[in-house]
Structures are given as structure tokens and as C-alpha cells.
């Protein structure tokens, strides 16, 4: 699956930067090089779906709101929770931190400490 999103992702890239939805002839000139010329224009085709407009905008207006990453992959925190046997506040720290048990950002370790002590002690 994130081979087929990494293509994916590459292969919108390319569209853009060719000239994307306002030049569509462009865009459809340049293709990957590991792509039949028939299958980009589909994928064209693809990009060019409402649903699929629709669906991007909604993903960009999501990923604009995080704040910082989150390491738990596409699972949510209850299920991340669930499969580990773990209260909510350790599958915080669990989601945030690298394998190391490094924070992935200082946003993600003063929210941990805060969530903590109120969960911890009050």
C-alpha cells in the first residue's frame, strides 16, 4: 500500500508541476518514465474526478490543522490503544516518539506532559 501511495503521490506531483488542472495539454505531454503513456492519461483522468477534487481538498485542509506528526501509521489512538493493551496517555507517548523514545516535536511532549499530570494527578 505505500508503494502504490509513494506512485500515487509522485505521480500528482508530476501533474502539478507540468501544469496540472490549469494546462491540461501540458500536462498530459509529460508522463513518468515508468508509466505507459495510456495509463498516465487515465490517471489524469483520475485527478480530474470530482470525487477525487473533492477528497484532496478535504485531505489538504486536514493535514494543514496537525500540528506535529503522528508515528502510530494509519491507525487511530483507540485502536493503537487496544492492540497494545494500553491506557490513552502511554499510546499518546507511544504515537509520538521515534524508536528511540525521542519526541517527534516539543508541541507533542509539553501536550504529553500536560494531558499526564492532569491524568496522573488531579
Known amino acids: 500500500m505505500k508503494r502504490y501511495s509513494d506512485r500515487k503521490y509522485e505521480a500528482k506531483k508530476l501533474f502539478k508541476s507540468k501544469g496540472g488542472y490549469n494546462d491540461l495539454e501540458s500536462a498530459r505531454a509529460f508522463h513518468p518514465p515508468d508509466m505507459p503513456y495510456d495509463n498516465w492519461l487515465r490517471t489524469i483522468e483520475g485527478f480530474r474526478e470530482e470525487k477525487y477534487i473533492k477528497r484532496s481538498k478535504a485531505n489538504t485542509l486536514v493535514r494543514e490543522k496537525q500540528q506535529f506528526p503522528y508515528r502510530g501509521g494509519t491507525s487511530s489512538y483507540g485502536s493503537t490503544a487496544y492492540k497494545n493493551n494500553m491506557d490513552w496517555v502511554p499510546t499518546y507517548a507511544k504515537t509520538h516518539t521515534d524508536n528511540q523514545g ?7 511532549e509539553q501536550n504529553y506532559v500536560s494531558i499526564s499530570f492532569k491524568y496522573y494527578f488531579l
Open 102 to 108: 525521542n519526541w517527534v516535536d516539543p508541541v507533542a
